[in-house]
C-alpha cells in the first residue's frame, strides 16, 4: 500500500516512506462545522464559494437537538451544524471556538477496526463504534479527539447506498448558484500551541500510522516580526495530508499566537481546496464576494520568473493575470504551484481557506511564505493583533 513520494528539496531532504497501513484511509469522507447559524452559513458556503445544495436534517426529518445541512462540491462535503436549543453540547463547542471545525471525517473500510486500532494506540476516544440504518443500508462510525476539540470520524459505507448518512434526506433547493470549480480537499492544516508541534507529529505517527514527509523550521518561516514551525503528516497512500504549525519566538505576536487565542485552543487554520483553474475559480470567487489576502508587492511579482526558471519550467498562465488576482507562484523540482488564501470566514480571525492548483509541485508552497505572512501581518495590523 505504501507510495513513494519524491523528496522535495527545501534544504531539508526527507524521504517518504509510506505508512504502516494498519489505518487503510480512502479519502477524507467530510468536514463538519459546528456554526452559530447553520441556515445562513450554508447560503455563504453555496453563494460565496458555489456550493450545491445535497443533504439536510432537522426537525423535518425527526432530529429534534441538531440541524445539518450538508453542501457538496466535486468531492467535497462540508456539513454546516448548529444546535437546536441550550442544552445541547455543541452550544459550549460555539461559545468557546465560535464557528470553526468540529470534525475531520475519515472514509474507511472498516471503522471498529480503525477506532481499536487508533485507540489501542493511545488515542483518546470520543465515540465509540455506532451502527445507523436506513432503507439503503447501513453505515458504521466511531470516532477519537485529536488536536485541541477537533475529531477524525471513521466513516465506514461499504454497505450504504443513500445520499450521506441514515438520518439525513435530500436537501432540494430553488436556489443552486454554480460551482467554482472547487475540486477535493488537498490538505487540512492544523495549528497547536507552543511546543506542541511535535507531540502532535508522534500522535499522527504512532496513533495514525502517518509519516512526516516535510518540515519547516523558524529560520524558514519567518518575517521580520513573526515566525513559525510547521510539519507536514501524510497517510501511507498520500491522500490525506495535514500539516501541523506551532507559534515560533519572534518581535511581535505570529498569526499562529492570533488563532490560539481567538480559536482558544488548538483546532483547525486553514482547508486548501484544489482547482484546476485557479484564475477562473478566482475570479468567479471575488465576484461572489470572497475575500483575499491583499496582493503581494510588485517585488514578489518581479522575481517569480526568476524561480520557474531555476527548475526549469515554463509557466502555463498569464503572469500579469495571476498578479491582478493576487495569486501566488512556487515550484520545485517536479513542477509549480499557484495558490491564494482568503480572509477568515468568520469575525474571530481564526479558519480561512486556501485555493491550490497544482502543476506538477507537491510541495506548500514554502518560497510563497514569507509574502503571505507579511500579507497577514498587514491585516493583523488593522486588527491590532500584531
Ligand atoms: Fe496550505
Known amino acids: 500500500m505504501s507510495k513513494k513520494l519524491k523528496s522535495i528539496d527545501y534544504g531539508l531532504e526527507k524521504i517518504f516512506e509510506g505508512a504502516k497501513d494498519f489505518l487503510p484511509l480512502l479519502g477524507t469522507d467530510y468536514v463538519e462545522f459546528y456554526v452559530g447559524n447553520a441556515k445562513q452559513s450554508a447560503h455563504f458556503y453555496k453563494t460565496a464559494f458555489g456550493f450545491q445544495s445535497y443533504a439536510y436534517k432537522g426537525l423535518e426529518t425527526g432530529s429534534n437537538d441538531a440541524v445539518s445541512y450538508v453542501l457538496k462540491q466535486d468531492k467535497i462535503r462540508l456539513v454546516l451544524t448548529t444546535p437546536l436549543h441550550s442544552k445541547s453540547p455543541i ?12 470534525v475531520i471525517a475519515l472514509w474507511v473500510d472498516d471503522a471498529r477496526s480503525a477506532y481499536e486500532e487508533t485507540t489501542k494506540r493511545g488515542a483518546k476516544s470520543y465515540r465509540e463504534p455506532f451502527v445507523e440504518k436506513d432503507e439503503y443500508g447501513e ?5 477519537i479527539y485529536t488536536y485541541g476539540e477537533t475529531v477524525h470520524m471513521f466513516v465506514e459505507r461499504k454497505n450504504y447506498s ?3 448518512l441514515p438520518g439525513f434526506k435530500e436537501w432540494k433547493t430553488e436556489y443552486n448558484p454554480p460551482s467554482s470549480g472547487l475540486k477535493y480537499i488537498d490538505h487540512m492544516v492544523g495549528n497547536v500551541g507552543w511546543n506542541q508541534m511535535d507531540v502532535w507529529v508522534k500522535w499522527y505517527e504512532d ?3 502517518f509519516e512526516n514527509f516535510l518540515s519547516f523550521d523558524d529560520k524558514q518561516i519567518h518575517t521580520e516580526y513573526s515566525a513559525l514551525m510547521s510539519k507536514v503528516m501524510s497517510n501511507g497512500n498520500g491522500r490525506i495530508k495535514f500539516p501541523i504549525n506551532e507559534p515560533a519566538e519572534g518581535k511581535k505576536r505570529s498569526q499562529i499566537e492570533e488563532y490560539l487565542d481567538f480559536y482558544e485552543g488548538a483546532g483547525v487554520q486553514h482547508i486548501a481546496v484544489a ?3 485557479i484564475i477562473k475559480t478566482v475570479t468567479q470567487l471575488k465576484s461572489n464576494g470572497v475575500e483575499f489576502l491583499s496582493t503581494p508587492p510588485e517585488e514578489y511579482y518581479m522575481a517569480v520568473p526568476n524561480r520557474l526558471e ?3 519550467h515554463e509557466l502555463r498562465e498569464d503572469i500579469a493575470k495571476l498578479k491582478s488576482l493576487g495569486i501566488m507562484i512556487d515550484a520545485d523540482e517536479e513542477g509549480y504551484l499557484l495558490q491564494i488564501f482568503t480572509m477568515p470566514v468568520e469575525d474571530r480571525p481564526t479558519l480561512f481557506f486556501e485555493i491550490i492548483q497544482r502543476m506538477g509541485a507537491r510541495g506548500f508552497g514554502a518560497g510563497n511564505f514569507k509574502a503571505l505572512f507579511e500579507s497577514i501581518e498587514r491585516e493583523q495590523t488593522k486588527r491590532g493583533t500584531l
Not at 463547542?93 to 464557528?99: C, E, L, R
Request: charge should be neutral; charged fraction near 30%; glycine fraction near 18%.
Open 91 to 102: 452550544n459550549d463547542h460555539i461559545v468557546k471556538h465560535g464557528d470553526g471545525v468540529k
Open 139 to 143: 453505515v458504521v462510525r466511531a470516532g
Open 162 to 164: 443513500g445520499l450521506f
Open 207 to 209: 496513533v495514525m500510522g
Open 275 to 277: 482547482t484546476d483553474d
Open 310 to 312: 531555476k527548475f526549469s
